[in-house]
């Protein structure tokens, strides 16, 4: 009997345990690791795969499949579409000098990929191309940064 109430008792306190850490856990990624950089490692992880139409992995991504795969990763739900992305109300526009690696690059409203910095973005380009860093051009650069909103915004 007293062997049983221990049992009880442990797994009573293993049990809670758990559940009170998960908070924590999930807490301290979000400061020491923002969310846009935990969607951002996600999707360069990605490098080298192909693109695909209509693609959200794992073998291959479109554009907005891999923006929509790399913050669902972080666990912020956007549209899968550029079209949703930009509908959901989860995005604050933002100057080019305010854009942070993991923040959207927005090309027109049919094109978004991922800021890495300076002039250069991260995503998944065109067909017949593979998934990596993108450089801009005096004829291919975004018209609008975002933010998105979530547990950080920062």
Same mark, same amino acid.
């Given at each position: 009997?007293?062997?049983?109430?221990?049992? &009880?008792?442990?797994?009573?306190?293993?049990?809670?345990? +758990?559940?009170?850490?998960?908070?924590?856990?999930?807490?301290?990624? +979000?400061?020491?690791?923002?969310?846009?950089?935990?969607?951002?490692?996600?999707? +360069?992880?990605?490098?080298?795969?192909?693109?695909?139409?209509?693609?959200? /992995?794992?073998?291959?991504?479109?554009?907005?499949?891999?923006?929509?795969?790399?913050?669902?990763?972080?666990? &912020?739900?956007? /549209?899968?579409?550029?079209?949703?992305?930009?509908?959901?109300?989860?995005?604050?526009?933002? /100057?080019?000098?305010?854009?942070?690696? /993991?923040?959207?690059?927005?090309?027109?409203?049919?094109?978004?990929?991922?800021?890495?910095?300076?002039?250069?973005?991260?995503?998944?380009?065109?067909?017949?191309?593979?998934?990596?860093?993108?450089?801009?051009?005096?004829?291919?650069?975004?018209?609008?940064?975002?933010?998105?909103?979530?547990?950080?915004?920062?």
């Amino acid at each position: 009997m007293l062997y049983r109430t221990f049992m &009880i008792i442990a797994f009573i306190t293993l049990a809670s345990l +758990a559940f009170a850490a998960r908070p924590a856990h999930a807490a301290a990624r +979000a400061i020491g690791n923002p969310l846009r950089i935990v969607a951002y490692d996600y999707a +360069a992880a990605q490098s080298g795969k192909s693109y695909c139409r209509g693609g959200t /992995g794992p073998s291959c991504y479109d554009c907005s499949g891999l923006v929509w795969a790399a913050y669902q990763h972080a666990h &912020i739900w956007l /549209g899968r579409t550029t079209y949703d992305m930009l509908a959901s109300g989860r995005l604050i526009r933002i /100057g080019h000098a305010q854009a942070r690696r /993991g923040d959207l690059a927005f090309y027109g409203t049919g094109h978004v990929e991922l800021f890495d910095g300076g002039d250069t973005t991260f995503g998944a380009h065109d067909a017949g191309s593979r998934i990596g860093l993108i450089q801009f051009s005096s004829s291919w650069e975004p018209t609008a940064y975002y933010r998105v909103e979530g547990p950080d915004s920062t």
